[in-house]
């Protein structure tokens, strides 16, 4: 079976200074896909970045970076150059190779920016 | 992307009753799934619709509470019979498929936010 487990509940950070969301998973798929997703206040989900389980180099979109360290099953997101706009809740995400490729999520991470 | 649209966006039911939500995709797409989310928690993966056949439940989920339609590959409903308080939550339609979510992400529409007295 398939886990993803977010150990933080909530993270708090001072503007413009980096963040790291935590994020491990289980599966016996050898291939599978890992996500990022924010969800503010309003309530959308909104995809910020993706890692392949076969992807060489970590993913990088913007200030969002993937820290992927495959041997211990962790993809931890990094915003760096926080904004008051990145308070909001981040879910991690995994899809396998099977089971009609759907997500499942982990708890989620509430992070707060402060001025 | 694709623009996914739910509605309604909110409601507040009475006990016993029944509502169903629509889904609209601006695009053709493979996959469609429904998540709900309960309030302060993460998403829970209630079924994926399948085109032209019978839903397929994730445990703890059952056709008679839930019961889904997919008449094309645009469109999706998910009705919520006999509601009780334990479902309020808010419910995610969601998409993936040809010229979207080409690495497998999803597209999510706004949600339904249902309260139930």
């Known amino acids: 079976a398939q886990k993803i487990t977010q150990t933080q509940p909530g993270m708090f950070v001072q503007e413009k200074e980096a963040v790291t969301l935590d994020c491990t998973y289980d599966?016996?798929?050898?291939?599978?896909?890992l996500f990022w997703y924010k969800q503010p206040s309003s309530g959308e989900m909104i995809f910020l970045i993706y890692?392949?389980?076969?992807?060489?180099q970590n993913a990088t979109e913007g200030r969002y970076s993937l820290n992927f360290q495959k041997a211990r099953k962790s993809a931890n997101l990094v915003i760096s150059a926080s904004q008051l706009g990145d308070s909001a809740m981040y879910f991690c995400?995994?899809?396998?190779?099977?089971?009609?490729?759907?997500?499942?999520f982990g708890a989620g991470t509430r992070l707060a920016v402060h001025p | 992307s694709a623009v996914i649209s739910q509605k309604p966006s909110r409601d507040i039911c009475q006990r016993g009753t029944s509502l169903t939500i629509q889904c609209q995709v601006d695009?053709?797409?493979?996959?469609m799934f429904w998540y709900r989310q309960q309030p302060g928690q993460s998403l829970t993966l209630i079924a994926t619709?399948?085109?032209?056949?019978?839903?397929?439940?994730e445990s703890g989920f059952v056709i008679d509470k839930f019961p889904i339609s997919r008449p094309n590959l645009t469109f999706s409903t998910l009705t919520v019979s006999n509601m009780s308080p334990e479902d309020s939550s808010i419910y995610l339609c969601?998409?993936?498929?040809?010229?979207?979510?080409?690495?497998?992400?999803?597209?999510f529409g706004e949600g339904s936010r249902l309260t139930v007295l």
């Open positions: 599966t016996s798929d050898p291939s599978y896909g």
């Open positions: 619709a399948n085109q032209g056949s019978e839903a397929t439940y």
């Open positions: 969601s998409a993936r498929g040809p010229g979207i979510g080409s690495i497998g992400e999803l597209f």
């Open positions: 995400a995994m899809r396998g190779s099977g089971g009609y490729n759907k997500l499942i």
């Open positions: 695009s053709q797409v493979t996959m």
């Open positions: 890692q392949g389980s076969y992807d060489q």
